[in-house]
């Protein structure tokens, strides 16, 4: 019998890759891979092809394309990446164009990688977060969500996702060295938890629902592997880089904003919310049930062991 095709959107960035793992890490677990990628030439794309995977052009922006890439996929992995263009609106076209080609294509699943829309969590006249890019509190959260509804009537499982543990190597997220030796992070969090994950593990825990066959289809499906303060990130994070203790000097919004780096406003917004809203976002993701699909996930522990040497700071 013919393995079924999951074609995976980002096949080289961290979700899409770890979903591709996941697939061509079981290979008797009756699943193809169909890596879609802009540039199949990258080196990222040529290993996933040596490894066995089907390996295809398509861009995000361009939904004839899609519509070809996905065509007799049994299951399609749809996502975005705000942080390449820092657009809402570019972000919620590019989903549009996902969902359009996944109508098309007739798929018995679709996996859409989403997050809450914030503007549910306070009023339009709320003032203790400003609206960015005139109709946001967190764009790359709000404009996930509002697209929310382009998949309605899709054979979707809508997968709300977390804080990337791998922004401590990947956007700079990290401590900063003190002249006197010492080390510190200023992160506007106070002593609330953030729900964080391993990009990686989101594709084993798509991989698991797709295997799961239709019993998500229809639902959301929230995830995370750890809750965890930014003083408890700290104390570990020291640890694993055997240093004496990272303080977390805890700033308001407002003074993180300023900061100025390209994102500070997207930043603080976020840590905001995930700092006012802990209950609601807490609530919305089931480390359990990451675990049970994907099989076994990385705790922050384990993720610094195996990632320390790349944290650098």
Known sequence: ????????????????????????NDPNGGFACRAITRDPSKDRARALAQRGAEVVRADIDDVASLRAAFA??????????????????????????LAEAARASGAAHVIWSTLEDTRALMSPDDTRMPMLQTHYR??????????????AGLPVTFLVTSFYWDNLYASGVVPQKSPDGSYAWALPMSDKRLAGIAAE?????????FKAGTKYVGKTV????????ISQMSDKLARAKGIPAITHQDVSADAYRAFGFPGADEMGNMMQMYRDFEAEVVGRRDPAL????????????????????????
């Open 138 to 151: 967190v764009p790359h959260f709000d404009a996930k969500g509002e697209a929310d509804g382009y998949f």
């Open 1 to 24: 019998m013919a393995s079924k095709i999951i074609a995976v959107i980002g096949a080289t960035g961290a979700q899409g890759g770890g979903l591709c793992d996941a697939i061509l």
């Open 72 to 97: 007799g996929a049994h299951g399609i992995y749809c996502v975005t990446n705000f942080w390449e263009h820092f657009s809402a609106e570019k972000e919620k076209q590019q989903a549009k164009y």
């Open 290 to 313: 990451a675990r049970q699909l994907a099989g076994s996930i990385l705790t922050f522990d384990q993720f610094l062991e195996k990632y320390k040497d790349r944290i650098q700071f």
């Open 201 to 209: 593990d989101i594709g084993k825990v798509a991989y698991g629902i």
């Open 222 to 229: 929230g995830i995370a592997s750890e809750f965890l303060t």
